[in-house]
């Protein structure tokens, strides 16, 4: 008999159900329904300019994150504004999250990361969920989504390739939302050994896409690290 984690682990990565919604109208339409209900939850008990920010985002920009999720990225970053090292985000989409991380920083450098053509294709390991180019959205709309942001660094193309003008930096936090298997685990190997220890690495869609699970439980099944589930999709990983 399967017990009640089974259950929701197997709902959760019904991949046919995943493509039929994902990334479309019926997903966005849930998203912002569930956001709706959870910013204002956040706002009876949160800082109410920083729940505004989070919704002015939400209504700007098209974003796959819910309001909790969105919270949690913010707060982070806002945690570690004053700790030595660069921020990263690799999977950008149209610059929603990039942008609650530019409010959040500081005069910190924030490196951007992502092919800005969607998806590369996904492999085996990842299903039938997402399919080439998807989450497609051009570099130059999100330079100009981010203008007058200081001290962010654009690197396009196919990570970890992308960063090869960024090879001396270290990191305190970077966030993931790269959705596929082969995509999260070469984020993992590029920035597990430049995390300052104590840094945070946050990923989006732990608890949902296959991919992305099996990347990080193989990555860290023998280090001393252990991915932190959280309530949302999420999970991180503090750098011991």
Not at 75 to 93: I, K
Not at 145 to 152: D, E, I, Q, R, S
Not at 216 to 240: G, N
């Amino acid at each position: 008999m399967r017990d009640g984690r089974d259950t929701t682990i197997m709902l959760a990565h019904n991949q046919r159900l995943q493509r039929l919604v994902g990334g479309g109208l019926l997903e966005q339409t849930f998203l912002n329904a569930v956001s709706r209900i959870q910013m204002f939850v956040m706002a009876r008990h949160k800082d109410p300019s920083v729940i505004r920010l989070l919704r002015q985002v939400r209504k700007k920009r098209r974003i796959l994150l819910s309001g909790y999720e969105c919270f949690i990225v913010y707060s982070l970053a806002r945690a570690y504004r004053e700790q030595p090292g660069a921020m990263a985000e690799v999977g950008v989409f149209q610059g929603a999250s990039a942008k609650m991380l530019c409010e959040a920083k500081g005069d910190k450098s924030l490196h951007l990361f992502d092919t800005f053509e969607g998806l590369p294709r996904p492999s085996p390991v990842d299903g039938v969920v997402h399919k080439e180019r998807q989450y497609e959205c051009s570099l130059e709309a999100v330079q100009e989504y981010l203008k007058g942001c200081k001290n962010v660094y654009f690197h396009k193309g196919r990570f970890p390739n992308s960063a090869a003008d960024a090879e001396d930096a270290t990191y305190c936090f970077v966030h993931f939302d790269v959705d596929l298997y082969e995509s999260t685990l070469g984020c993992l190997q590029y920035f597990y050994p430049r995390m300052i220890p104590g840094g945070v690495m946050l990923t989006h869609d732990y608890s949902i896409l296959t991919g992305v699970r099996k990347a990080f439980d193989e990555f860290f099944a023998d280090k001393r690290e252990c991915p932190i589930e959280l309530p949302s999709t999420q999970c991180m990983v503090i750098k011991l």
